[in-house]
């Protein structure tokens, strides 16, 4: 039954990991950009913010990737999913406790800082006013496609070339992605990342919040379809039938499965 894996240790432990890793990155990732110092220049907080992020998310995918596949990203998440490599069903309560834990993030955050840090941005995502919604939605889905697609790539187990370590990869992936877009997307790339500092700050930080779902989800969704279906070592016209065939069912989720992201 589709629903049996409810009863399972391993899929609230997965739950678990999904909660608390998605939790440290907000907590961490966003005390970066709450505690810079506001004379520093605007290079040396996107290095700061982009480091501390980029490592943070590298460090928590190792430590959650044996529990959950380590995806602390409803992008990640999503493309998982379309790309059939878990449940509908676990990657729908993997996406909710990756916004409950963003959401927590942010919270202790909030109660371990000041009332005058907490008066500020907030690690909230936002954009200049020289960059529209729709520019900030493409640069969101092109940097969260080369995330998910580098995700993808460094868990393909038919590769016999791939060498050193998968979730530094990925955390490379964050941190380039942050260098390159902060000051003009906002680098955003993880919706239940955009949601914490959102929910917990309010007011502006709601501003142009679609902007945050849309870019990542959309992007994240091609980047995994592309890997999957032309990138992937086993990938060909008879994986492309299988895929669109009608009959085609979700993958059994296996505890030893590594879907790291």
């Known amino acids: 039954?589709?629903?049996?894996?409810?009863?399972?240790?391993?899929?609230?432990?997965?739950?678990?990991?999904?909660?608390?890793?998605?939790?440290?990155?907000?907590?961490?990732?966003?005390?970066?950009?709450?505690?810079?110092?506001?004379?520093?220049?605007?290079?040396?907080?996107?290095?700061?913010?982009?480091?501390?992020?980029?490592?943070?998310?590298?460090?928590?995918?190792?430590?959650?990737?044996?529990?959950?596949?380590?995806?602390?990203?409803?992008?990640?998440?999503?493309?998982?999913?379309?790309?059939?490599?878990?449940?509908?069903?676990?990657?729908?309560?993997y996406i909710v406790a990756q916004c409950g834990g963003?959401?927590?993030?942010?919270?202790l955050l909030s109660a371990a800082t000041s009332e005058a840090i907490n008066a500020g941005p907030f690690g909230c995502n936002g954009f200049p006013d020289y960059i529209g919604a729709g520019q900030a939605i493409l640069m969101e889905a092109m940097i969260t496609f080369v995330l998910v697609f580098t995700v993808f790539a460094t868990c393909d187990d038919k590769r016999k070339d791939l060498q050193g370590s998968g979730p530094l990869a990925i955390g490379i992936a964050v941190l380039v992605a942050h260098l390159g877009m902060i000051p003009?997307?906002?680098?955003?790339?993880?919706?239940?990342?955009?949601?914490?500092?959102?929910?917990?700050?309010?007011?502006?930080?709601?501003?142009?919040?679609?902007?945050?779902?849309v870019g990542p989800l959309v992007g994240g969704v091609i980047g995994g379809l592309v890997y999957e279906l032309i990138f992937a070592a086993d990938a060909g016209a008879a994986k492309v039938r299988r895929f669109f065939s009608p009959t085609e069912s979700h993958t059994e989720y296996r505890d030893d499965e590594r879907i790291i992201g």
């Open 1 to 93: 039954m589709w629903t049996d894996e409810l009863r399972t240790f391993p899929f609230w432990k997965a739950i678990a990991a999904e909660f608390l890793g998605t939790g440290f990155l907000v907590f961490v990732g966003c005390a970066a950009a709450v505690s810079s110092n506001p004379a520093a220049s605007v290079d040396s907080f996107v290095a700061r913010v982009a480091f501390t992020f980029g490592l943070t998310v590298a460090t928590l995918v190792w430590c959650t990737a044996a529990a959950s596949g380590g995806h602390i990203n409803p992008a990640v998440t999503m493309a998982v999913m379309v790309t059939r490599k878990i449940s509908l069903l676990r990657g729908a309560f």
């Open 102 to 107: 963003a959401i927590a993030g942010a919270g």
């Open 184 to 213: 003009l997307s906002g680098s955003g790339m993880n919706p239940a990342r955009s949601l914490g500092p959102a929910v917990i700050r309010g007011g502006p930080c709601w501003s142009n919040h679609y902007v945050y779902w």
